[in-house]
């Protein structure tokens, strides 16, 4: 997802409460800005942020982080933002590449990727989030049993990250072709996208990731 530049974007984001502005000085001390010792669960190109905020809403005793590249589209994740009641969610204008940067090994319980971009052409699969570069990036945050939980309805990239996953020394625990009809929707929270794919008529393919036996 990339919208038009809307001016203004970076100077809304520069001073928005909801944004961490140097979440390299919080790396290793993430529990000192949430107030608390919850786990902290991420969603890697979060959009507009639907998804991450519902969960946020259900779960105020899980901290949540939103990481979008985009000041566009995070612009339209802080609008909404703003009219809710919340004290468990913070955003990143960063790109996911860099996440090592800002949290400690272990510092994370959970990523969520959500739609990520299909990235098709061979020559820019190392762009992909499911990627062996990305999955290395993950491996430095993401605690001992933490999970990461992967929806798209491109069976392209679902195809490629299940063949790339474990080979990348990662173990796949659970997947479907077809979320939405399986036991695996059970409290599933939609994303935009998904909404939108699955109202065409897209099935949605899921899967759970966690570190393999020599991880
Ligand atoms: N997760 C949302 C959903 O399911 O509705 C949005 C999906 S959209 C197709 C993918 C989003 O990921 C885009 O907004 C894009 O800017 C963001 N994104 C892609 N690569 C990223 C990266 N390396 N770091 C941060 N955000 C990224």
Known sequence: M???HIPGAEETIASSPYVIQEPALHKGS???????????EIEVGMGK????????????????????????????GLQKRAGLELDNIYFLCIDAKAMADYFAPGEVNRIYLNFS??????????RRLTSPDFMAVYDQ?????GVIEFKTD??????????????????I??????????????????TEYEE???SMGNPICKMVISRGCHR
């Open 2 to 4: 990339r919208l038009r």
């Open 30 to 40: 993430w529990n000192q800005v949430f107030g608390n010792t919850n786990p902290i």
């Open 49 to 76: 942020g639907r998804f991450i905020m519902e969960l946020a809403q259900k779960n105020p005793h899980i901290n949540y982080i939103g990481i979008e590249r985009y000041s566009s589209v995070l612009l339209r």
């Open 117 to 126: 971009d299909p990235w098709p052409k061979d020559r820019h699969a190392r």
């Open 141 to 145: 945050i993401l605690a001992r049993d």
């Open 154 to 171: 491109n069976r392209g990239l679902f195809d490629y990250s299940l063949e790339a996953i474990p080979q990348a020394g990662w173990q």
């Open 173 to 190: 625990k659970a997947h479907t072709f077809d979320l939405h009809h399986s036991p695996m929707n059970e409290g599933n929270v939609m």
């Open 196 to 198: 939108k794919f699955s």
